[in-house]
């Protein structure tokens, strides 16, 4: 199988492959240093702590991975049919992608733990920010920041090829399904919440799990994702 083919096809730019997403991470935390040296001289040590317990939740570590979590889309979107014409095939060209789903998952994983590490190691970069040490990316031990990334990344790359895998062999009709179906879930799931106390306790319940039973249920998410693509991917049609 021509699966090396596969994995060249996906990395042979470079800057696309790995510097963009490095340099974007690296401009988004310069920005947020910025932020935490501004309020800790404008706020002082009172102020720095209540940043620090704050941004806990703060979004700018999506700043690396968000392409990352795109990759999926583009993968099947942009590569999908140009391996198809290079007269690779289906298998061969499903089984590569996954090799490098798992790859970069591992590799931006690893990125961002060494960056938790030094985080707290300096107290935020000695500004008390956080960056990497965040709820997304995991706020226990390194190693469970380590896990939950590398499943993070690897399932939203398998979800997102199986959106645009759907998309190759139902077209534009799947997309407005999918998406208006995605709407009612939403809203619908919003208004319970609101309007129903024992509804609204149940979702309180499931996000006070533990990381080991949400990590779980990721992977779980993750099998899904990646058992619908490789059995569209079979009869997806290139675009």
Request: proline residues 2%; hydrophobic residues 60%.
């Amino acid at each position: 199988m021509r699966i090396r083919n596969v994995v060249q096809l996906h990395t042979v730019n470079k800057l696309q492959a790995f510097g963009w997403p490095l340099l974007i991470m690296l401009f988004s935390l310069a920005i947020v240093l910025v932020i935490g040296a501004i309020v800790g001289s404008v706020g002082g040590d009172t102020a720095r702590e209540g940043m620090h317990r704050g941004m806990q939740f703060n979004g700018a570590i999506f700043a690396l991975l968000g392409p990352l979590i795109g990759f999926g889309f583009t993968a099947m979107g942009q590569y999908f049919p140009l391996a198809l014409g290079l007269g690779l095939t289906r298998r061969e060209f499903a089984t590569g992608t996954a090799l490098v789903f798992a790859g970069n998952a591992l590799f931006y994983a690893v990125i961002v733990t060494i960056g938790k590490l030094i985080e707290v190691g300096t107290g935020g970069f000695g500004l008390s920010i956080r960056f990497f040490d965040v709820v997304y990316t995991g706020i226990g031990e390194w190693w469970q920041t380590l896990i939950q990334t590398f499943l993070l990344i690897l399932v939203v790359s398998l979800i997102g090829a199986a959106i645009t895998t759907a998309f190759h062999r139902w077209g534009q009709s799947f997309l407005w399904i999918f998406w208006l179906t995605l709407a009612v879930i939403v809203v619908g799931g919003v208004l319970a919440a609101v309007v129903s106390v024992p509804f609204r306790d149940a979702v309180v319940s499931i996000a006070g799990m533990g990381w080991v039973p949400w990590m779980a249920v990721t992977a779980g998410i993750g099998v899904i994702g990646g058992a619908i693509w490789l059995t569209l991917v079979r009869r997806a049609q290139a675009r």
